[in-house]
Structures are given as C-alpha cells and as structure tokens.
C-alpha cells in the first residue's frame, strides 16, 4: 500500500532461528502496529508504538519483540522461531485521527517456519 | 477484555444474492466500529460507525450499527463475484488508540 510497505514479503527460516521482519512507512504516523493473522482468528495484536521507543505489549505477544528507533520504522524479531509462529503478518498505521478513520495496512509478510 | 465476533464464519453465495454479515462485540468504552474488506493482500476500510441507527452506504454496501444489542450488520445486494473477499468487522475502545478484530467473515460469490 503506498506509504506502508513491509519487507520480506515472504520467508522461509527454521526452528530456533532468529527473524525479524521490517514495516517502513513515510506517512509520519504516530501510531504502529504488529498484527498476525491466522485462519479463524482474525487479526491480532501482538505490539504496538505510539512514538519513537514507545512501544506496548497486544494481546498475543509472547515470543516476539518490538522495536521504533525512527518514526518511520517498527521491527518485529521472532527471538527463537517455532511452528505456532507460522503466520501471515501485518503491519499497520495510523495518524491521531485513525482510531475513528482506521488503519492503513500493508500488505503483509507470510512467514512459514519448519 | 474487548471482544468481537462474527457470523457466519463463511458464506457462498450467487451472483445477484443479498447477503447479511453480522457483527456482535464487548467492549468496556465503546468508541467507534469498523469495517474491512479483504481480497488478497492487505485490508482495506470500508465504514466506521459510531452512532446506533444511522445507516453508513456506499454502493450496493451498507452497514449499521445498534449500541443498544451490541451489533452490526453489513449488507452486500445484488452480489458480484468481485465482492468475494474476507468482511472484518473491529471495535474501538476509548481506552486505548488501538483495534480489535473479529474473525472475519468469508464470502464466496459464485458466478
């Protein structure tokens, strides 16, 4: 989507390995978030930044680590991989006023771990 | 904890059909109510809603919002085949600046 883009737009890692996936936007949004997405489950939270270093825990956060040294790029790291982390993630922004307007989303990094 | 659920988790229909996507939510300072359309890829925004009553359209959609029962419903009439997509329905919560997402309806349209 023009001004979120999420990168890689697919991944393949093992078990135990290290991931971490990259949301890049030039929108100066203030709000950012880390969504996973899974059949039958919607989309859930997993973190989420209201500024730069300011990051808070979503519903579905343990195994997973945030960081925003920048406005403009929020990083979820899988710490040790494992199967249940097998998802398609997403990435989303919003301004003060996306809470009533919603969020812009990327398009999404699909993450298969064997 | 804000909760939403949607029904039914899929649907096919055919071209021409009416259908009704439903929406029901928990939440402790209801602010807003969303809808998103999502074909492949990324979701995109259809309506938010806010006020019980007052139907939001746009096209053959429509949607509508009772605070009162705590639930929405998302019309599609005279379905195409380009509206076959997963319908998400979220809430806000005056909380906190973040969304709560259902499951996701699926919807089949049949040509």
């Known amino acids: 989507d023009a001004g979120i883009t999420q990168s890689p737009r697919h991944k393949v890692t093992e078990t135990g390995t290290p991931v971490t996936l990259r949301c890049h936007q030039t929108?100066?949004?203030?709000?950012m978030y880390w969504y996973r997405q899974d059949p039958g489950h919607g989309l859930r939270l997993i973190h989420y930044?209201?500024?730069?270093?300011?990051?808070d825990k979503g519903e579905v956060s343990d195994g997973y680590s945030v960081s925003r040294s920048k406005t403009e790029d929020f990083l979820l790291t899988l710490e040790s991989a494992t199967s249940s982390q097998t998802s398609v993630y997403f990435c989303a922004i919003s301004d003060r006023t996306g809470f009533d307007y919603g969020y812009t989303f990327g398009s999404g990094t699909r993450l298969t771990v064997v | 904890e804000d909760k939403v659920v949607q029904s039914p988790l899929s649907l096919v229909v055919h071209e021409g059909d009416t259908v009704t996507l439903n929406c029901s939510y928990e939440v402790t300072n209801f602010r807003s109510l969303l809808w998103y359309k999502q074909e492949k890829k990324a979701p995109t925004f259809l309506f938010m809603l806010?006020?019980?009553?007052i139907e939001k359209k746009s096209g053959r959609l429509s949607s509508i919002l009772d605070k009162k029962e705590l639930f929405s419903i998302l019309n599609i009439t005279a379905t195409q085949t380009g509206d076959s997509a997963i319908y998400l329905c979220a809430v806000g919560d005056n909380a906190g600046n973040m969304l709560t997402f259902g499951g996701g309806t699926r919807l089949m349209v049949k040509p």
């Open positions: 930044s209201y500024g730069v270093k300011d990051t």
């Open positions: 929108e100066n949004h203030r709000y």
């Open positions: 806010t006020s019980s009553g």
